[in-house]
């Protein structure tokens, strides 16, 4: 048996650093409680008195990303906006 040579097939193995998790600022309509926040990866959920809520969190990479928008989706959530913090806001935030 001759084993031939996969060719146009990306590594599966990967070189360099593993590029740090973005964070994230998901706005959304309504007021979602606490217990969803396990669900959605974690994120912290922050209620505001105009009736919407933003979640906020680290996001490993766009499959996690999707996942999060997946699962808004499925809640019936209406997402209002949805940004990626910079590294200096998120620093800020932190303190």
Known sequence: MTSQPQTGRPSSQR???VPAALTYQFRVEGHLDDHWSAWLGDLTITRHHDGTSTLTGP??????LHGVLARLRDIGATLLSLNALEASHTRATES
Not at 59 to 64: G, H
Request: glycine content about 12%; aromatic content about 0%.
């Open 15 to 17: 070189s360099g650093p």
């Open 59 to 64: 996001v490993a990479d766009q499959a996690q």
